[in-house]
C-alpha cells in the first residue's frame, strides 16, 4: 500500500505534448482497497497474472501513448540515494533483486505493460466515393484565379500561323496562355473508287494541329519553352495550357505546326477530289486567339482587377 502510484495515461498521434488529450487518473491504492484479489500472496493456478486494467472511457485511435506513475515519499526526500542503484521502475522478471532496501524505499513493482485494444478495419473508398470526391474536387473553386498579362504590342507572320507578343518589363511571371478555338473545318474528300462512297479524311489520316511556345532570352536568342498539341474542339472554345514553369520575358512567339493544309474556310469551296490543294485557311490565324495569363489571389489584387483582368 506504501508503494501504490496514482496512474495518468494520455494519446495522441503527434509526439507533442500540447497534442495529447488525457485519458484518464487512477488511484491504485484504492483500486487496491476495493478489490481484495489485487493484494496479498498471488494464488497458485490462476489463469492470468495478476493485473489491473486502466479502461478508457471511449476508444481512442492513436500512434503514441504515455503512462506516468507518481508514488508519494513519506518524511523528506534528502534520505533517497541516488548513487546506489535507485530504481524506481522495475521491469526485470525479479522485480525484487534490488540494491537498495525496499523497506525503506519506496518502488513501483512492475513486471509488464501491456496496451490492449481491438483491430480497425482498413477503409477502403468505394468505387462510388471515390467518383463523388473527385467530382467534388473537380468542382472546388481553385486557390488562384488567372489573370490576364497586358501586351503592348502584337505582330502576325507567315499567314497568320505566327504570333509575336510584346510585353512590358514590369510584367509578371508568365504561368500560360488561353487559345480559342479556331473556326476552320476538316474537309470532306473520298477515298473510294466508287463515287457513291465518301469517307471523312480525320477517319483515314487524322490531322493534328500543334502550337509551339518560344521565348526571347536576354541573350538574344529565342528558346522553345514547350509544344502543345491541339485538340478538336468547336469554334471559339477556350482551352488553357500552364507552362511547364513561369516563364520572364519581353517577346513570346507562338507558331502553329502540323497539318494546317488539312483545313479550310467553306466547305463549299471544296470539290470531291482527294488531292485537295489551295490556300491556307484564314480560320486558322492566331490574330485575337491567344491571351497570356498568370496565376494570382483574388483577394490581394482587389475586386476591380478580378472584374478587368480575369481570364
Known amino acids: 500500500m506504501s508503494d501504490s502510484p496514482t496512474v495518468q495515461i494520455w494519446a495522441s498521434n503527434k509526439i507533442d505534448n500540447e497534442e495529447r488529450r488525457i485519458m484518464g487518473k487512477w488511484d491504485v491504492g484504492s483500486l487496491i482497497t476495493s478489490s481484495p484479489e489485487l493484494s ?3 494464488k497458485p493456478g490462476g489463469t492470468s497474472p495478476r493485473h489491473i486494467n486502466f479502461s478508457f472511457q471511449k476508444p481512442v485511435r492513436c500512434r ?4 506516468k506513475l507518481s508514488i508519494q515519499k ?5 534520505s533517497l540515494n541516488f548513487d546506489s542503484g535507485f530504481d524506481l521502475l522495475s521491469l526485470d522478471e525479479n522485480p525484487f533483486s534490488r540494491s537498495v532496501s525496499i523497506d525503506s524505499d519506496p518502488c513501483l513493482h512492475v513486471k509488464r505493460i501491456v496496451v490492449v485494444g481491438s483491430p480497425v478495419k482498413l477503409e477502403i473508398p468505394t468505387q462510388t466515393s471515390y467518383q463523388s470526391s473527385v467530382k467534388s474536387w473537380l468542382e472546388r473553386a481553385p486557390p488562384l484565379n488567372r489573370f490576364k498579362v497586358p501586351i ?3 505582330r502576325l507572320i507567315a499567314d497568320g500561323l505566327v504570333l509575336e507578343q510584346y510585353l512590358s518589363p514590369a510584367s509578371p511571371m508568365l504561368a500560360g496562355f488561353r487559345l480559342d478555338g479556331f473556326n476552320a473545318i476538316r474537309p470532306r474528300v473520298t477515298h473510294s473508287p466508287s463515287s457513291l462512297v465518301v469517307w471523312e479524311d480525320k477517319f483515314i489520316s487524322t490531322a493534328v494541329l500543334y502550337l509551339q511556345v518560344s521565348v526571347l532570352q536576354e541573350n538574344g536568342k529565342m528558346v522553345v519553352v514547350s509544344e502543345y498539341r491541339l485538340p478538336e474542339v468547336r469554334a471559339g472554345t477556350a482551352m488553357y495550357f500552364d507552362f511547364p514553369r513561369p516563364v520572364t ?3 513570346v512567339s507562338f507558331r502553329l505546326l502540323g497539318d494546317v ?3 479550310a474556310d467553306d466547305p463549299a469551296d471544296l470539290d470531291d477530289s482527294s ?3 489551295g490556300p491556307l485557311a484564314t480560320g486558322l490565324s492566331l490574330s485575337n486567339r491567344v491571351k ?3 496565376y494570382a489571389d483574388p483577394y490581394e489584387l482587389g475586386k476591380w482587377a478580378t472584374t478587368l483582368s480575369a481570364v
Do not use: H, K, V
Not at 503514441?64 to 503512462?67: A, C, N, Q, Y
Not at 513519506?74 to 534528502?78: E, F, Q, V
Open 40 to 42: 496479498g500472496p498471488e
Open 152 to 154: 503592348e504590342a502584337e
Open 74 to 78: 513519506t518524511g523528506s526526500t534528502s
Open 292 to 294: 497570356l495569363y498568370y
Open 261 to 263: 493544309a488539312s483545313f
Open 275 to 277: 488531292d485537295f490543294q
Open 64 to 67: 503514441i501513448i504515455w503512462i
Open 249 to 251: 520575358a519581353r517577346r
